[in-house]
């Protein structure tokens, strides 16, 4: 809808009335101001308003055929007219309430003074054009609200990105270790039922699960031989040290939890907590069977990747013991889904 106030050029008028001295009258009150179209009828007035600009409508109430309240409610509905707004001319005050329902933006009483229906009508559209502006300007907060959200969504992805390819790059033998396992995570959440904003949170949280790993000596990590007790020990203080580092992102508080808990085992034999059963976050259970799985089917320093059907057999061994059963249920259906053993090289 075009403006008022600042606008070049006048703003179009129609005025709807089937008395004609009304109408002149209307005229002579608004050409000042407005570009004055009128009409006699409500049909005419719904035939000329589909197919002409028109700012405001300054409709009587009481005309044969089609009364003003009729013709509002078809401008009301109509998809290309609802917004223009409409005054209603009437006599009959008692009309005023159905007349606001229908969605009338105001009323001149008859018999009407010309300051009053100049006034009114400016006052309209100052209105609409002040509802124009902070809808325009609303729209405009929103793009830029969004495109920085967006922009603050990509720099986070990035930087978790960063940081578990910075873990990965530690070990030699688990390049993309940290995204597979955050995939197999995934997948795992959303058979289980979970919302995307789960199933994305927990990739996020895979994605880092390993974190703590950045405090643990190269040479433990990729020591070719057995670790020995002390090494095994400095080893299994990734967890609490990628907690400790994962705490800080106060917004995300199950990032700690999964870095913390992903090798805790279902029957309590875990750590560094030794939680067993629902005690383990949820979603660490989920990490933990993922992880277990990308670790079998990858080489590592100390052997090769073991075969799919080897793989199998360890889950299900671990199913209640090392993993939660539901979990566990979906890596082995996920497992035989991979008839030809590449979802470990996704």
């Not at 997948?187 to 949170?201: F, H, P, V």
Request: overall charge negative.
């Amino acid at each position: 809808m075009s403006c008022y106030m600042g606008k070049e050029e006048k703003p179009v008028v129609l005025v709807v009335d089937d008395m004609e001295t009304n109408v002149m009258l209307l005229e002579e009150i608004l050409k000042e101001e407005f570009d004055v179209q009128s009409k006699m009828s409500g049909a005419e007035a719904i035939s000329w308003l589909e197919s002409n600009p028109c700012e405001l409508v300054l409709l009587d109430y009481r005309m044969p055929e089609m009364n003003g309240l009729e013709v509002l409610q078809r401008i009301k509905t109509d998809g290309k007219l609802k917004n223009v707004p409409v005054i209603l001319l009437t006599a009959d005050m008692e009309m005023e309430a159905e007349g606001f329902k229908a969605g009338a933006a105001d009323f001149i009483h008859k018999p009407f003074t010309p300051e009053a229906v100049l006034l009114r009508a400016k006052r309209i559209l100052n209105y609409e054009y002040l509802q124009s502006k902070l809808a325009e300007e609303v729209r405009r907060q929103t793009k830029i609200a969004e495109a920085r959200r967006a922009s603050m969504q990509r720099l986070f992805e990035q930087t978790v990105f960063a940081l578990a390819q910075a873990v990965d790059a530690k070990d030699k033998y688990t390049h993309g270790h940290s995204r597979r396992v955050a995939q197999y995570s995934r997948t795992i959440a959303r058979i289980a039922g979970e919302s995307e904003e789960a199933q994305l949170r927990i990739y996020y949280m895979a994605l880092l699960h390993d974190v703590g790993k950045i405090g643990i000596p190269d040479e433990i990590i990729n020591k070719p031989a057995r670790l020995t007790d002390e090494e095994y020990s400095t080893i299994k203080s990734h967890t609490w040290i990628g907690s400790d580092i994962l705490k800080c992102i106060e917004e995300f508080p199950d990032f700690s939890k999964g870095a913390r808990h992903h090798h805790e085992r279902y029957d309590g034999g875990g750590y560094p907590d030794g939680l067993k059963g629902e005690e383990i976050p949820r979603m660490a259970r989920m990490i933990a069977v993922a992880d277990a799985y990308d670790a079998m089917t990858s080489n590592r320093s100390y052997r090769g990747a073991l075969s799919q059907e080897h793989v199998r057999e360890e889950v299900v061994r671990g199913r209640g013991t090392q993993f939660d059963p539901q979990f566990a249920d979906i890596m082995l259906r996920m497992i035989d889904a991979d008839k030809n053993f590449t979802m470990r090289e996704t």
